[in-house]
């Protein structure tokens, strides 16, 4: 196992921003940076060992902090909160009490609102033990930052073991009421970017998804796939139905995880390179993203993203669940933990 640390570059203000790289002794090297808590790289082997990234991702700092990258909101790799995903309106209530937050995604609140987990400073530690090593990195989300009620310290720990396993830990308390949810914005593309990731096959397991309105927010009901371009309880390429819908794929699906045990949400793979990754989960849902909307910008090595470059895997709790008492709650109170855990598991077939 090795971990190394060096200087990323410098935030807008000046503060020095770090990268850590992991590495295990099976050919898996993570890149991880604390703007952010971005992964900026992830190499794998392929059937024939060779090594190539298999995320999309930047080299530098810089790339992160451009106003064209911020505005167009790709979020590749970062941490997302204080919520993930979509909150209708931008508001919520909490008891007699409402809460309004940052309208940043048409008329509606995304990934945490204007400045997200995914842009700020996170506080970085080395994790390094016999047989694994990572990061922890900690922020402290004042309250009323972003509108969102509560000081809210989080801890998100990554860490790279001897199996070839990416385990992200998630961990919140507060001093006051406030809705978490918490997730990882990863963008993955097995063919090292040779192209897109619709020849990507895809298993998930759920049987049923929350139903979207035409703004992407839950409309409460809760439908099955089988018969859809959603089923993908029988492992299918991404782009055999896609055409069906307008905007790709971006949907979240609810997995049979009641007791929020760690579950099997997806599994992805790629037949020229052999790769796959399994996503094992705590979470109640899994949201698809298929990457319409990544802007053409250019990549780590010079690649050129693009629609459906990359598509993510994001283990969450439903959209817009603090305005749907009915969905699994997100709601934290003092004195309580949020606790989380998704593992991302790298082979090949």
Not at 153 to 170: G, R, S
Request: glycine share 10%.
């Amino acid at each position: 196992m090795e971990l190394k640390r060096e200087v990323f570059g410098n935030a807008r203000r000046g503060e020095k921003i770090f990268l850590y790289t992991l590495r295990n002794d099976h050919g898996i090297t993570i890149k991880i940076t604390n703007y952010g808590g971005i992964i900026t790289s992830i190499k794998t082997p392929d059937k024939n060992g060779e090594k190539a990234n298999i995320v999309l991702g930047f080299k530098s700092l810089e790339d992160y902090l451009t106003d064209s990258y911020i505005e167009n909101c790709p979020c590749f790799g970062c941490i997302t909160g204080r919520y993930a995903n979509r909150i209708a309106k931008g508001k919520f209530s909490i008891g007699a009490t409402e809460y309004t937050l940052p309208i940043n995604n048409g008329k509606n609140c995304l990934h945490g609102g204007i400045t997200g987990f995914d842009k700020v400073i996170w506080v970085p530690k080395k994790v390094e033990k016999p047989d694994l090593v990572g990061v922890e990195l900690k922020y402290r989300s004042l309250h009323m930052e972003e509108g969102f009620p509560g000081n809210l310290d989080v801890t998100v720990t990554y860490t790279l073991n001897h199996k070839n396993e990416l385990h992200i830990d998630y961990k919140a308390v507060t001093d006051r009421e406030t809705v978490v949810n918490l997730t990882n914005h990863t963008y993955f593309n097995l063919s090292e970017h040779d192209g897109d990731i619709l020849g990507h096959t895809l298993f998930i397991p759920a049987k049923t998804k929350t139903v979207n309105d035409e703004e992407l927010i839950p409309t409460g009901a809760i439908a099955d796939v089988a018969g859809t371009p959603f089923d993908f309880t029988t492992p299918s390429s991404i782009g055999s139905r896609i055409a069906a819908l307008p905007d790709g794929y971006d949907l979240n699906f609810v997995l049979d995880n009641p007791g929020k045990k760690l579950v099997k949400a997806a599994l992805l793979s790629e037949e020229s390179s052999g790769r796959t990754v399994e996503v094992f989960t705590t979470e109640p849902g899994i949201q698809l993203y298929t990457g319409f909307y990544i802007p053409k910008i250019k990549g780590e090595n010079s690649e050129i993203f693009n629609r459906y470059s990359g598509l993510a895997l994001e283990t969450q709790h439903y959209p817009d669940s603090p305005n749907h008492p009915e969905f699994p709650t997100t709601l934290l109170k003092p004195g309580e933990t949020f606790k989380s855990k998704t593992i991302y598991k790298f082979g090949t077939k």
